[in-house]
């Protein structure tokens, strides 16, 4: 097994998911500006997905692309977490969901811009000033959804003892994880306590209650995924699939 | 009262109206680009980030509560905006440049 392929898979698939999740929001916003912000947030996962598993094909040297990585794997061969391929449910949960994983992705963005391999230093230089809009939007939100009504306090709360067995997943260290760290990446587990620094601070903002840790979900990065992402990617799939080689 | 005006308007269910303006480079001035709904400052200033930075040139942005703006009355055209054409004297084409001054 080629470790960097692997983590570059992991890169680009949690975002080409969670970019695809956000871009089901397109033209069901709350309101205009709130769904132009998730569509360009959505476009900017997918760039980012775009460039990481183009680099993957590359490093592989099968000569696959960032298409053929998107398009032509099934379920079991996607690497993300399972946080990011979960229902978008309500506006709340979509957005408790984007800050937790936002607040985990800026803090490893920023670290491997260090990274040795420089093209793969080159795109996380780019997609973390994105990533840094990202949490300062979705961190506004969650502040705004627990510190506002009773009604959106509620659901902001739910969402998060909903996701919260979710995000173990992203801090926890497997032999890819191990492997990578120090040779190609940081590792994951030296994130924790920065990740755990923001999101607290936020949460205690929003006058929210952070969940006891307990449970914690696990499989996605090696391909055991939920239900839910073979429905997600029927849909994103099927035209690649019906018209190989497409063109607009 | 300019900010008891901007709060929410609950009987639209909308929320207040900010107008933002752009700057496209250091020293230029800021140009009004449209306008934005959003429920206070931080978010109008995202969501004009997001309706009209992401593409164009933009260096800086101001939003500014729409209701803080003061505007002309559309009936007073005539009085405030007249062009008084007749009094050419007011348009800088009425003066003949004299001889020996340096046309630019």
Known sequence: MDVLFEYLLRLGDDRLVLGHRLSEWCGHGPVLEEDIALANVALDLIGQASRFLGLAGRVEGKGRDEDALAYFRDVI???????????????????VRQFLFDAWSVLLLERLQQATHAELAGIAAKACKEARYHVRHSGEWVLRLGDGTEESHRRAQTALDELWPYTGEMLAADEVDRAAAGAVAPGVAALEPAWREVVSDVVRRATLTLPADGFMHSGGRQGRHTEHLGHLLDEMQILARSHPGATW | ?????????????????????????????????????????????????????????????????????????????????????????RHPQFYRTPRGVRVY
Not at chain 1, 77 to 95: A, S
Not at chain 2, 44 to 52: E, F, P, S
């Open chain 1, 77 to 95: 061969d996607y690497r993300n977490v399972k946080l990011v391929e979960l229902p978008n449910g309500d506006f709340g949960r979509t957005i």
């Open chain 2, 1 to 89: 009262m300019a900010a008891a005006a901007n709060e929410p308007d609950h009987a639209s269910d909308q929320w207040p109206l900010w107008e933002v303006f752009t700057q496209a480079k250091d020293g230029a001035p800021h140009e009004h680009a449209g306008s934005v709904h959003a429920p206070d400052p931080e978010l109008a200033l995202q969501n004009a980030r997001d309706v009209y930075a992401r593409r164009g040139q933009v260096v800086s942005l101001w939003v500014v509560p729409s209701s803080a703006i003061i505007a002309s009355s559309p009936g007073e055209q005539g009085p405030f905006f007249d062009p008084a054409d007749d009094k050419p004297y």
